[in-house]
T-cell receptor
């Protein structure tokens, strides 16, 4: 049973470009979470999605960041007009389906390391 | 404010020695507690979790952790470390009776194992 998949594993962008990070949850999972890890810090919650719905985006920066989890295909975290401060590791996690808001254990992918030049 | 503290940024132990990684938390509700391990280039792998019941929790790879409510701690232990245990370890709190999905992570402890 494949785990959470993320790609690319490493992404280099110049300031002002767009970054698209993809996450495929574990098979059978329908809840997806994105976390960001800045250097020397712990992972910080960004957004929680279910299929076609954003449940909680309270951890997302107000501008330039967006996330989606379409009916078909992976979840996408999109960062427009990247700046050097966006350089970080971005982790995706997933959890099994269930009614309402998930309280299940989250399983994490390997992360995408974004470097902004 | 809710927080998780891992006071040791780096720990070095000899192979075969015992290990204890510290984790302290501040959380309003009854917490769910987790330890994850991250090997270089890999994702975070769940080692163990505490939701309720027995305060001594057994995990994978020979790890265990003990929940001590009075000390707000959830320290990770292993009686004999193997070279393959070298990795970064993260303590996290989340879930609980309020059902929050926003895991709060510590800053991690990087473990080095000497042959």
């Amino acid at each position: 049973n494949a785990g959470v998949m993320q790609n690319p594993r490493h992404l280099v962008r110049r300031r002002g470009q767009e970054a698209r990070l993809r996450c495929s949850p574990m098979k059978g999972h329908s809840h997806v979470y994105w976390y960001r890890q800045l250097p020397e810090e712990g992972l910080k919650f960004m957004v929680y999605l279910q299929k076609e719905n954003i449940i909680d985006e309270s951890g997302m920066p107000k501008e330039r960041f967006s996330a989606e989890f379409p009916k078909e295909g992976p979840s996408i975290l999109r960062i427009q007009q990247v700046v050097r401060g966006d350089s970080a590791a971005y982790f995706c996690a997933s959890s099994p389906p269930g009614k309402g808001i998930s309280t299940d254990t989250q399983y994490f992918g390997p992360g995408t390391r974004l470097t902004v030049l | 404010a809710q927080s998780v503290t891992q006071p040791d940024i780096h720990i070095t132990v000899s192979e075969g020695a015992s290990l204890e990684l510290r984790c302290n938390y501040s959380y309003g509700a009854t917490p769910y507690l987790f330890w994850y391990v991250q090997s270089p280039g890999q994702g975070l792998q769940l080692l163990l979790k505490y939701f309720s019941g027995d305060t001594l929790v057994q995990g994978i790879k020979g790890f265990e952790a003990e929940f001590k409510r009075s000390q707000s701690s959830f320290n990770l232990r292993k009686p004999s470390v193997h070279w393959s245990d070298a990795a970064e370890y993260f303590c996290a709190v989340g879930g609980g009776t309020s059902g929050t999905y926003k895991y709060i992570f510590g800053t991690g402890t990087r473990l080095k194992v000497l042959a």
